[in-house]
């Protein structure tokens, strides 16, 4: 049996791809927020995405609306047809990665499992500050100074296999897996149906990385 490892899994086009990428050499244990988020359909598409890879996602409900200041977790309209990547847009939820992050650490010291894969990316992105290789880095550097099960020689890697590529290759990279991103789901802002408004930069960004890649975008849309 392979050893295990963490996949923190939103349910959305990259983190599938990571989950995939991470199964062909480890036993995946995915995991799910439910932070809080203005909708419930990405926590929907992590489970069915688990599922369908023969996982049962963890599923760890925090509440980041308390801290709000975000599209995603307050009462904040989502930009629409924006320009991508000149400022850090108000769809950033306040260091979300690194709650993340650590409450996957936690997981690992109680499980002993050394390696998280997430699916940050550094480049078809909207600038958030903590999907950067250097938030990266610090956070492993930190990952191995503050637990008390890496004092033995042992050591935490958090895995990025997306950081360096465009969108176009991470989804022909998907697809080479055989991943079907119909089940995935990307937008801020979906109507009731939980159809993609084609309009928020997930969709923007989503859409153009179909495009490029010369691929089906399956993606229903309003």
């Known amino acids: ?99 993340f992050l650590s409450y996957a650490l936690a997981f690992c010291e109680v499980e002993k499992i050394y390696d998280i894969f997430i699916g940050v990316n550094a480049l078809d992105y909207s600038g958030y500050p903590d999907c950067r290789p250097e938030f990266i880095s610090s956070f492993e550097t930190m990952a191995n100074l503050a637990t008390k099960f890496t004092q033995n020689n042992k050591k935490i890697k958090i895995h990025t296999p997306l950081i360096d590529l465009s969108k176009s290759e991470i989804i022909s990279t998907g697809v080479k897996l055989g991943i079907d991103y119909s089940s995935t789901h990307s937008c801020y802002d979906p109507d009731k149906n939980g159809r993609a408004c084609k309009e928020c930069d997930a969709c923007i960004l989503r859409s153009n990385g179909f495009k490029k890649a010369n691929i089906n975008d399956p993606t229903v849309y309003q």
């Open 1 to 99: 049996m392979n050893k295990k490892c963490i996949v923190l899994l939103s349910g959305g086009l990259d983190s599938t791809t990571v989950l995939k990428i991470a199964q062909k050499d480890f036993e995946v244990v995915p995991i799910v927020f439910d932070y809080g988020q203005r909708h419930k359909f990405e926590i929907l598409a992590a489970k069915k995405i688990a599922t369908q890879n023969g996982l049962k996602a963890k599923l760890i409900k925090i509440d980041l609306k308390q801290f709000g200041n975000s599209a995603l977790t307050a009462d904040i309209e989502v930009p629409k047809n924006q320009e991508i990547g000149n400022e850090i847009p108000v769809t950033y939820v306040p260091v979300r990665n690194t709650i």
